[in-house]
């Protein structure tokens, strides 16, 4: 029997707040185990949590992002249950009352267009870590994680294949970074992925059972992971067996899930409103306020990026995967007015360069002015297209403008027709052997002779000039 | 220097800054009474004195700069619940044994600014978990008035400490009457402030929506003294209200003539002592007598008070004590196998019997499928005594009930009695539900001579209308005055 996978997606993504949600310690990461800590988030007794107001505007920023309904009031709700990393016993999280509801994002797959829809987003605390001793049966605990602001992405369950499901966390985790209140990087945690799967026979309305995946730190691994759990539960279904609900873990060295707890043992989390915590309430002008401060998303932006540039799709995609990247190229298409031809340089030769040495635009070397100079030095012939290959390779070593570059190494293009005549001549001569093939009917060997001038003249001869010289040449007795 | 015991902290004041005494004298003074006395007494569970010397010491030198705190050189004792930097705080539990806070409540900081001095902390039920300091782990207090009676409580060290003359006057807290209950059954006058009115930043928390702090005070006027010193909005605190604060003092001596006191038929109800049903009918002639008009008025849902009280109480400390885990800080017991056995070995032996029903009682009301039949329909009827005051107050300016439905009872006569021991509080609670201001004055005495307290309310952050009546009614009540034999 046919089956169809049902997946749902949970995202936390830690907010780039330079505070914490309940106290003013900073949130950044990899410090000194609890050095970034105080009272408050170490849950001493006593201590009180007072709302840090960033995190409700980085949490309406997504959430119009991706067309929630924002909730004129929300609160705080208390989610109870032991664990060390929790010291105080419960995280603060939103429960019945979230921020927002009712959103979507479109993803494309194949050409077509789906819509996912998003349940809810709320904010709540991240807990602390534990660091495990590799020769003692001890544990040990570091807060410094410990109640920096996250925000929970509860999709519906819309997503019918692996492919939909990553290509959803892509786009979500593309918004976050666009909208700049979540770094994305997946191997820290910032930004994080729990999996609900169930199978269901194709056709059939009802869900199936379902187990909920985690421990997914990369969008390889969920796709890893959602596929052999698809795989999984369909063994289990074809031998005529029952899907148990659970939650299982991956375990990427072993490229398996496996068996964390069965649903006896999931825990009741006795969810109630946050006695120390007053609702928040949101007007129509706090809504607007952060509405204009929205960037233009990826999706617009291609969009435009495709109908104002006259780009091809996957260009546009590529363009605008970040907003410092697409900020790059049409800096450098402004200036030099050639979009197409930015689009070209950027896609291939400056994102070649970066990825070889995993560096990021912001780090390029190659400024988006010098790239529009040497696309305008192109255009008005007073470099090849061929030797503009070179000098941007050293145009991104050195940092330099191609104008110094040209200069320093005596890369002007030769343009005179008088000069290159000569070379032409000398070349044809040289070569009688070509020759004769050539005019026997061997066409093919005009790019032969094109290439022996440009090595003469060091790659310094305007080609379009060396067509018509050899053409005409050639010709001619 | 017999005659300090009869002095406010107005007075007192008043012979520091004119250099007639030293704080240092006056601390040593109270400890030389708490080492006297408090054997017997027991309203310490620790007695500072090094600390309380240095700061008094300080203090003197303050008051020679010409410095003048409201509470400069005043010997104060701490309701053992207020997180104090450096000094062990325990809540009475055994689980915060060797806690050390690394941070100042809020109100400790007040306090400091104010130039008290701490005299130590103050012995209560465990985490704030009784209605007679029965439940301490370091001991049951006494009450002065007869040593074979409890203080009532929860913060019963606290109204002992100021009836025995341990201290000036001190700090307790109150969830559900206990400030005022061990007030009235101490003779002493007890204040719990609007919620919100008083930073809760830092006091240990038993059930968040409903704790409040406030002073225990040999008169009005010092009631008026110490809430000037501790009210006031707190940045630190959400629930924290950010208005002005009046000075209270201003409202003494002036007078109620013309104010409509509200009697609330629902609270004279059958099980009262009948001299303490005596004694409410001497307090409404002293109200008339200043020429205030008393009218019957009506709490339509007070019946379901202590009901929605142990349900939101508990629920609400069960997530508040989850955090006494072992893992950070307090007691853990050693040789636990693993994770699991250490949360309950800490626990177990940890958290005292009432303590651990309560939590029990709040985790029930709280687990899946039985939240709406309890937090929820609790929170709603709690809407509803709420706005049974907030009508209550278009009729009548304050309302007066008894404090307590009985003076002091015996040591160990109700720790049996679960649900008798919560009746204790049947007149105090629907205040904290609320979330409106009281206070328990000395309004005489049973036959037997265990003092009783009338309880004035008011409407939310009216704090000076209570100073007002209770003063008023201090003055012209004409109550005996009697000490404690000890």
């Given at each position: 029997m046919p089956y169809e996978p049902v997946i749902g997606l949970e995202v936390h993504a830690q907010l780039l707040t330079e505070t914490k949600i309940f106290c003013s310690c900073s949130t950044q990461f990899g410090a000194e185990p609890n050095s970034h800590t105080c009272p408050v988030c170490m849950g001493m007794p006593g201590v009180l949590p007072v709302l840090n107001r960033k995190v409700v505007e980085y949490t309406m920023k997504m959430a119009l992002a991706t067309h929630c309904r924002i909730n004129e009031a929300c609160n705080f709700a208390r989610k109870n249950y032991f664990y060390p990393d929790l010291p105080k016993g419960y995280q603060i999280s939103q429960y019945a009352q979230p921020l927002s509801e009712h959103g979507y994002v479109d993803i494309e797959l194949d050409g077509g267009k789906k819509r996912i829809g998003i349940t809810r987003i709320h904010m709540e605390e991240d807990a602390g870590k534990l660091l495990h001793d590799e020769h003692l049966p001890s544990s040990y605990v570091d807060l410094n994680r410990t109640g920096v602001p996250l925000i929970e992405i509860v999709s519906e369950p819309d997503m019918r294949s692996t492919d939909e499901a990553v290509a959803y966390l892509k786009r979500l985790h593309e918004i976050l970074v666009y909208l700049e209140i979540c770094d994305g990087n997946m191997e820290e945690g910032s930004f994080r992925c729990d999996a609900n799967v169930s199978l269901r026979p194709r056709g059939e309305m009802m869900f199936g059972t379902r187990t909920e995946l985690k421990n997914m730190n990369s969008f390889r691994n969920v796709q890893r992971a959602l596929d052999y759990e698809i795989k999984r539960q369909q063994c289990i279904l074809e031998s005529g067996q029952d899907v148990i609900q659970e939650t299982r873990l991956w375990d990427d060295s072993k490229g398996e899930t496996q068996s964390m707890r069965g649903k006896e043992e999931a825990h009741d989390y006795r969810y109630f409103p946050d006695p120390d915590l007053v609702p928040i309430v949101i007007d129509n002008a706090w809504t607007e306020e952060m509405k204009k401060s929205l960037p233009e998303l990826p999706l617009e932006k291609r969009e435009r990026f495709i109908r104002d540039y006259q780009i091809p799709p996957y260009d546009a995609g590529v363009l605008t995967s970040s907003r410092a990247l697409a900020g790059y190229f049409e800096e450098v298409a402004r200036l030099s007015g050639k979009p197409k031809i930015a689009s070209n340089w950027v896609m291939g030769d400056v994102l070649r360069f970066l990825n070889e040495e995993k560096r990021d635009i912001k780090e390029c070397p190659v400024l988006p002015g010098s790239l529009a100079e040497m696309i305008q030095l192109i255009e008005d012939g007073t470099i090849s297209g061929k030797m503009a290959k070179d000098i941007i390779v050293e145009m991104y070593r050195t940092g330099k403008s191609p104008q110094a570059v040209i200069e320093e190494k005596g890369m002007i293009q030769i343009t005179d027709e008088g000069t290159l005549e000569k070379t032409v001549a000398e070349v044809i001569a040289a070569n009688p052997t070509q020759l004769a093939q050539y005019r026997g009917g061997k066409e093919k060997l005009f790019g032969y002779f094109v290439g022996q001038v440009m090595k003469a003249t060091q790659g310094k001869a305007n080609p379009q000039l060396i067509n018509e010289l050899l053409k005409e040449m050639l010709a001619k007795e | 220097m017999e005659d300090i015991l009869e002095l406010t902290i107005a007075q007192i004041r008043e012979l520091l800054q004119k250099r007639k005494i030293s704080s240092v004298e006056l601390t040593n003074y109270f400890l030389e009474r708490i080492k006297r006395f408090d054997g017997d007494i027991s309203s310490y569970i620790k007695v500072t004195e090094e600390y309380a010397l240095k700061m008094a010491g300080d203090a003197d030198k303050k008051i020679a700069d010409g410095e003048n705190g409201q509470l400069l050189g005043i010997p104060l004792g701490i309701k053992d619940i207020y997180c104090t930097k450096g000094i062990e705080t325990t809540c009475a539990s055994r689980i915060l044994k060797g806690f050390i806070p690394p941070y100042d409540a809020t109100i400790i900081r007040r306090l400091k600014d104010e130039g008290y001095v701490h005299l130590g902390r103050l012995n209560m039920d465990e985490f704030a978990m009784g209605s007679s300091t029965e439940t301490s782990y370091f001991g049951i207090t006494r009450n002065p008035w007869d040593l074979e009676r409890i203080p009532g409580g929860s913060s019963g060290g606290s109204a002992a400490a100021v009836a025995a003359d341990e201290c000036i006057a001190s700090i307790g807290s109150d969830t559900g009457g206990s400030i005022r209950q061990p007030a009235a059954l101490c003779g002493v006058v007890g204040m719990k402030p609007t919620y919100g009115r008083v930073s809760r930043f830092g006091l240990i928390a038993f059930a968040s929506s409903l704790d409040q702090i406030g002073p225990f005070t040999k008169d009005v006027e010092d009631c008026a003294i110490m809430m000037n010193a501790i009210a006031g909005y707190d940045p630190?605190?959400?629930?924290s209200v950010p208005l002005n604060v009046p000075d209270y003092t201003e409202f003494i001596s002036r007078g109620i003539g013309g104010w409509k006191v509200g009697i609330p038929k629902e609270y004279f109800i059958e099980g009262i002592h009948p001299d303490i049903e005596k004694a409410m009918q001497r307090a409404i002639t002293t109200v008339e007598g200043l020429g205030a008009t008393c009218v019957e008025i009506s709490l339509p849902h007070t019946e379901y008070c202590l009901a929605v009280y142990y349900i939101i109480a508990p629920a609400e400390a069960s997530s508040n004590l989850a955090r006494y885990d072992g893992v950070k800080y307090g007691f853990r017991p050693q040789g636990s196998i693993d994770l699991l056995d250490m949360y309950k070995k800490t626990r177990s032996a940890g958290f005292g019997a009432e303590v651990k029903r309560r939590i029990m009682i709040g985790t029930y009301a709280l687990s899946s499928g039985y939240y709406d039949a309890y937090y929820k329909k609790a929170s709603q009827v709690r809407a509803l005594i709420k706005r049974d005051f907030t009508e209550a107050f278009t009729l009548c300016d304050a309302i007066l009930t008894p404090t307590s439905p009985t003076p002091a009872f015996k040591i160990g006569e109700k720790m049996d009695d679960p649900l008798q021991m919560y009746l204790s509080d049947i007149f105090t609670i629907s205040t904290n539900l609320a979330g409106i201001p009281g206070i328990s004055v000395p309004c005489g005495f049973t036959k037997d001579g265990l003092p009783i307290g009338a309880q004035f309310l008011a409407g939310h952050f009216e704090e000076g209308k209570l100073i007002q009546i209770a003063s008023a009614f201090e003055k012209y009540a004409n109550i005996e005055k009697r000490r404690p034999a000890l």
């Open positions: - | 630190r605190e959400s629930t």
